[in-house]
């Protein structure tokens, strides 16, 4: 499966979770789905059937609210039976609304933002200085970068050397109060992290040529930590969710969901 269509099979996934589940935060799942296909697709060292293998890649997910494109990816790549989706948000299954370690395949348990990218630099200095090969990929939301506990990580991490950290921005412009830009501006958000002594690599977040040619830069050993700023669209792949606030929260109704599975099928 290519990782083009590695992404609509998530989308098709994450949809199907939320709708049955009546849940949320379907708009910054499908932002990043094709930033998990890329990584889960041609990047990420991992074992499905051995998910606790010490010379694995890390991949931490800090937006732990949008986790149901995560967990259909995990699903897809056989860390667990896609059947288990089906119990997504319900009572005694253990996927749940946001990310949690008890599900084969996912580091760490997310929801309250900022605090998997501190985590995610103690992954990477523990690797460098058990000097092991793996490397930690961190995924957090744009509107979580008003947080001051990310920016203490990102003002360590070069201090550190981490060349084996990725972090990778989400930057669909709109967090759950409205735009980026009129909550706290980032901008100039490439320009910060190269003063704060980071890597920079600007992409398209959709386009999965350009984030393979992304990653692959990002793999480079020379002493800095790396940053993929990818540039996404809020509910991207279903037309009238596109750049919409509303679908931070709202969970689609019958026709909307025939309409999304249309739509993402075609």
Request: aromatic letters at 10%.
């Given at each position: 499966?290519?990782?083009?269509?590695?992404s609509?099979?998530?989308?098709?996934k994450?949809?199907?979770?939320?709708?049955?589940?009546?849940?949320s935060?379907?708009?910054?799942?499908?932002s990043m789905?094709?930033?998990?296909?890329?990584?889960?697709?041609?990047?990420?060292?991992?074992?499905?059937?051995?998910?606790?293998?010490?010379d694995?890649?890390?991949?931490?997910?800090?937006?732990?609210?949008?986790?149901?494109?995560?967990?259909?990816?995990?699903?897809?790549?056989?860390?667990?039976?896609?059947e288990?989706?089906?119990?997504?948000?319900?009572?005694?299954?253990?996927?749940?609304?946001h990310?949690?370690?008890?599900?084969?395949?996912v580091?760490?348990?997310?929801?309250?933002?900022?605090?998997?990218?501190?985590?995610?630099?103690?992954?990477?200095?523990?690797?460098?200085?058990?000097?092991?090969?793996?490397?930690?990929?961190?995924l957090?939301?744009?509107?979580?970068l008003?947080e001051?506990?990310?920016?203490?990580?990102?003002l360590l991490?070069?201090?550190?050397?981490?060349?084996?950290l990725?972090?990778?921005?989400?930057?669909?412009?709109?967090?759950?109060?409205?735009?980026?830009?009129?909550?706290?501006?980032?901008?100039?958000?490439k320009?910060?992290?190269?003063?704060?002594?980071?890597?920079?690599?600007?992409?398209?977040?959709?386009?999965?040529?350009?984030l393979?040619?992304?990653?692959?830069?990002?793999?480079?050993e020379?002493?800095?930590?790396?940053?993929?700023?990818?540039?996404?669209?809020?509910?991207?792949?279903?037309s009238?969710?596109?750049?919409?606030?509303?679908?931070?929260?709202?969970?689609?109704?019958?026709?909307?969901?025939s309409?999304?599975?249309?739509?993402?099928?075609?």
């Open positions: 499966m290519t990782s083009v269509e590695f609509k099979e998530i989308r098709l994450t949809l199907e979770m939320v709708y049955k589940a009546k849940a935060h379907i708009g910054g799942a499908f789905a094709d930033i998990l296909a890329v990584l889960y697709t041609d990047i990420l060292r991992i074992y499905p059937h051995a998910p606790q293998a010490t694995r890649d890390r991949f931490v997910l800090s937006k732990g609210h949008a986790c149901t494109s995560l967990l259909a990816t995990l699903a897809i790549k056989d860390f667990f039976p896609v288990e989706l089906g119990t997504y948000a319900q009572n005694g299954s253990r996927l749940l609304s990310t949690s370690h008890y599900v084969p395949g580091e760490l348990s997310a929801g309250s933002l900022g605090h998997a990218l501190p985590v995610c630099v103690g992954f990477a200095l523990a690797a460098k200085r058990k000097q092991e090969q793996w490397k930690t990929y961190c957090v939301s744009d509107g979580e008003n001051g506990s990310n920016w203490e990580s990102i991490a070069p201090q550190l050397m981490l060349d084996n990725v972090l990778i921005v989400d930057y669909n412009k709109i967090q759950s109060l409205g735009a980026v830009k009129d909550v706290i501006e980032l901008e100039p958000l320009q910060k992290f190269e003063a704060f002594r980071w890597d920079v690599f600007e992409t398209d977040g959709h386009d999965h040529v350009a393979k040619l992304a990653f692959t830069a990002a793999m480079q020379n002493k800095r930590p790396k940053v993929i700023i990818a540039h996404t669209v809020k509910g991207k792949g279903v009238f969710m596109e750049d919409k606030l509303l679908w931070h929260y709202k969970s689609p109704d019958e026709k909307q969901y309409e999304a599975i249309a739509e993402l099928s075609a």
